[in-house]
């Protein structure tokens, strides 16, 4: 299963290819598409569109894994976020692929262990993650991107082991569920 991670942002949006086989993830590409502030937000929005795009044409993408906006107290940096989310969404929308959404506290949990780590331990933690990370020379938006990816992989019911919700879990194992009121003691 190819993931695609993305860090969405109105100045930078990193993004993330992993490959994953069972429990083992790898890379396979990354990058962040660097907005100029001197552009417009629709050309921006454009650029953002047309680059995840390109990412679809590359490469099988099974899955879109996008980091949910922090807002803050801004309401403009809200919404040039949610812009930007928008174009990177709406790609993967017109490919017709599954995009799924993670808060930042999730992610960090995902892969630190700790919903309020630091950008550097996030970093490190993709880094020892990910096969063919350790040597790479990584800008935050791309190991956000990456940490994004991880954190599908754990969360996706195509992952080893792994389910969305309680719902998907007991569908795909109604076998395992008892009833309430059917359980019997064992003598």
Not at 80 to 106: D, H, I, N, Q
Not at 134 to 148: C, N, P, T
Not at 170 to 187: I, T
């Amino acid at each position: 299963m190819i993931i695609l991670g993305i860090d969405p942002g109105s100045r930078k949006t990193g993004f993330a290819v992993i490959e994953c086989e069972g429990n083992r993830r790898s890379v396979i590409d990354f990058g962040t598409i660097f907005l100029t502030e001197k552009k417009s937000m629709p050309e921006k929005l454009v650029r953002i569109f047309d680059e995840v795009g390109g990412l679809f044409r590359k490469f099988e993408i099974a899955t879109v894994a996008v980091e949910a906006g922090y807002y803050g107290k801004n309401a403009q940096s809200a919404y040039k976020l949610g812009y930007a989310r928008s174009a990177a969404v709406l790609a993967a929308a017109v490919e017709r692929v599954e995009v799924v959404e993670y808060s930042p506290r999730k992610v960090k949990q995902a892969v630190t262990g700790n919903g309020n780590a630091s950008k550097p331990q996030v970093m490190y933690m993709v880094k020892k993650l990910l096969s063919g990370a350790e040597g790479l020379s990584l800008r935050e938006d791309e190991a956000d991107a990456f940490a994004v990816a991880i954190c599908h992989a754990q969360n996706s019911g195509g992952a080893k082991g792994g389910y969305r919700n309680w719902k998907e879990f007991v569908a795909k194992n109604s076998h395992m569920v008892v009833k309430r009121g059917s359980l019997r003691r064992v003598k």
